[in-house]
C-alpha cells in the first residue's frame, strides 16, 4: 500500500520570503500522480500544483514550484515570495496511475504561519 | 461556474443515530468522491461515485453508504454513529474525460459532531 508522510507538522517563514514543504511517499508503482492542496482555516481544499510521474521536469504555478526526485520518492514544494495568505495546511497527496484505483492517499499535512 | 456545495456546513447528531450528508459538483463534472478529516490529520478516501454506482472504496466499515443521483449529486449516509466518527467530511468532484489526472475540486466540507 502506498504512503505519504509530511515530516513537518509546522513551518513559519517571513513574508517575502521562501519556504519549502517536504513530503515523501512510498509505493512501488511507477506510474502516478502527485499533488500540493491547500486548506486555509475554515476554507475549502483547493489544488496548488501537479506532478506527473512520467515528466522529469518540475512543474511550475505562479510562485510555486516542485522538486519531485523519483528514486528518492521525494516531491517538496517551494513558496517563493510567502505572502500572508499563503498562510494554511498544505497537503501532499498521492494518486496511482492504475486503471481503477482513483484514491487520493494524503499526507497528514504541514501549518504554514507566514510573519509579517 | 458553480464550484463544489455541501450541507449542511455543521451538523451534531448523537451516538447511536443516522446522518444524512449533501453534495453537489462542480458545474460539468460527473464524479463525486468522499473524504473524512479528522482534526490535525489528512483526508481519508472513504469512496468515489460514477454513473450512479460505487466504483472504489476505502478502509471503511457498511455503516458508510453512499449514492449518486442522475443529476451526479451525492450523498453519503452514516448509520450507528459513533463517537470517532466526529469530522470534517469533504466532497470532491472531477470529470471522467479529464482522465487520468481526474483533477478534483473541494467542497467546503460538513463538520459532524458526534456526542
Known amino acids: 500500500a502506498q504512503t505519504v508522510t509530511q515530516s513537518q507538522p509546522e513551518m513559519s517563514v517571513q513574508e517575502a520570503e521562501t519556504v519549502t514543504l517536504s513530503c515523501t511517499y512510498d509505493?512501488?508503482?511507477?506510474?502516478?500522480?502527485l499533488f500540493w492542496y491547500k486548506q486555509p482555516p475554515s476554507r475549502q481544499m483547493i489544488l496548488v500544483i501537479r506532478?506527473?510521474?512520467?515528466k522529469q521536469q518540475n512543474a511550475t504555478e505562479n510562485r510555486f514550484s516542485v522538486n519531485f526526485q523519483k528514486a528518492a520518492k521525494s516531491f517538496s514544494l517551494k513558496i517563493s515570495d510567502s505572502q500572508l495568505g499563503d498562510a494554511a495546511m498544505y497537503f501532499c497527496?498521492?494518486?496511482?496511475?492504475?486503471?481503477?484505483?482513483?484514491?487520493?492517499?494524503w499526507g497528514a499535512g504541514t501549518k504554514l504561519i507566514i510573519k509579517p | 461556474d458553480a464550484g463544489v456545495t455541501q450541507s449542511p456546513t455543521h451538523l451534531i447528531k448523537t451516538r447511536g443515530q443516522q446522518v444524512t450528508l449533501r453534495c453537489s459538483p462542480k458545474?460539468?463534472?460527473?464524479?463525486v468522491s468522499w473524504y473524512q478529516q479528522a482534526l490535525g490529520q489528512g483526508p481519508q478516501f472513504i469512496f468515489q461515485?460514477?454513473?450512479?454506482?460505487?466504483?472504489q472504496r476505502g478502509n471503511f466499515p457498511d455503516r458508510f453508504s453512499g449514492h449518486q443521483f442522475p443529476n451526479y449529486s451525492s450523498e453519503l449516509n452514516v448509520n450507528a454513529l459513533l463517537l470517532g466518527d466526529s469530522a470534517l467530511y469533504l466532497c470532491?468532484?472531477?470529470?471522467?474525460?479529464?482522465?487520468?489526472?481526474?483533477?478534483?475540486?473541494f467542497g467546503p466540507g460538513t463538520r459532524l459532531t458526534v456526542t
Open positions: 458545474s460539468g463534472h460527473d464524479t
Open positions: 461515485y460514477y454513473e450512479e454506482e460505487e466504483r
Open positions: 470532491a468532484s472531477s470529470l471522467e474525460l479529464n482522465s487520468p489526472i481526474y483533477e478534483q475540486y
Open positions: 497527496a498521492y494518486r496511482s496511475a492504475e486503471d481503477s484505483n482513483y484514491q487520493l492517499i
Open positions: 509505493t512501488s508503482e511507477s506510474d502516478y500522480y
Open positions: 506532478q506527473e510521474a512520467y
